[in-house]
């Protein structure tokens, strides 16, 4: 038996892996290793393949470091409903934006024609109060537009002042219906309709003369004067109201008193005059409430009792009328006191 068939002797120090037939495949590069050979695989009969080395696979890109945001970068951590509502937002911001930049061009155009008003000369505006028919004989007496002349912080109390004179001619009126009533289911009541019908043309248009110009001017001016006038009359104003609340029987006012009476007569005419002495007592207590408003926006605007002494002395010896008379009685005097010496 040769060498590679027997197995070798106890003492024989033999290598196996120094065998000639292992060093030689060893050494071969034309066959592969064992991991790549399959020598149970029948589809592929025959030797098995050279060995082909693997190429060296290449190196993985490099990847690209992410982009760090900045602070004033916008992010989008909400939700769809938060975005929503900051779109709303912005909708309205701008919304409101376009509305203080119409006011600030419709503030600018009434400046500019307070303006040309103010530095025109020779002309004077032309009245459009009372609105009178162009029939009509009689011309508007007074200037007024309150969007033009009034100041935009003060227009609002103004305008409301406007309103309340309105409403207060119209409970006037209201009153004289119901003293008309009242005298048709009881002729003794001749006075009190006499004296409605006497109230409504005096005090429509005093009211408006006495009470509305002068706080329509102390707006329009700043005039402390015209401040005070106004708080005077319009005091009395708010106390005759009241005694136009409590309606006593033959002054010509449809209050509480009267109305309870009347309603003992004919409750139709009781009812009509109980609801005219409801708007008597709103009318007082509104006289109130705007007594106190205009007060309050009297002390924001810097006028005092020595500024209207001021005016009021201006106005006076600015008027031509009061000069004449005051030479008049200067040279009187002086014309007598000469005759007296003689």
Known sequence: MSKYTSFPEPNDDHNPFQDPSVTQHSSNTDY?????????????????PPYEATPPSA?????????????????????????SAVNATTAELLRKQEELERKAKELERRERELD????S??????????????????GPCFYQDINVEINQRFQRIVTIMYYFWMFS????????????????????????????ILWLVLFTPCSFVCWYRPVYKAFRSDSS???????????AQVVLYVIMTIGI??????????????????????VIMLLNAVLFTAQAAMGVVMLKKVHSLY????????????????????????????????????????????
């Open 32 to 48: 592969p290793t064992l991991d790549l050979y399959n020598p149970f695989d029948t589809r592929a009969p025959g030797p098995p």
């Open 59 to 83: 190196p993985p890109p490099a990847q690209t470091p992410p982009i760090r945001t900045t602070p004033t970068e916008p992010r989008n951590y909400g939700s769809y409903g938060t975005q």
């Open 116 to 119: 040309s008003h103010a530095r």
């Open 121 to 138: 000369t020779g002309s004077s505006r032309q009245n459009n109060w009372p609105p009178l028919p162009s029939f009509c004989p009689v």
């Open 169 to 196: 001619a119209g409970t006037l009126i209201f009153n004289l219906i119901s003293c008309l009533a009242l005298f048709c289911v009881d002729v003794q009541n001749g006075v009190g309709l006499g004296l409605a």
């Open 225 to 235: 004067f015209n401040f005070f006038a106004f708080f005077f009359i319009f005091f």
């Open 249 to 270: 029987p033959g002054w010509g006012f449809s209050g509480w008193i009267v109305g309870l009476y009347a309603l003992k007569k004919q409750v139709a005419v009781g």
């Open 299 to 342: 002390r924001q605007t810097g006028a005092s009792f020595q500024k209207a002494q001021a005016e009021f002395a201006t106005e006076v010896f600015s008027n031509q009328a009061v000069r004449q008379a005051a030479a008049n009685a200067t040279t009187s005097a002086a014309q007598g006191a000469f005759t007296g010496a003689r």
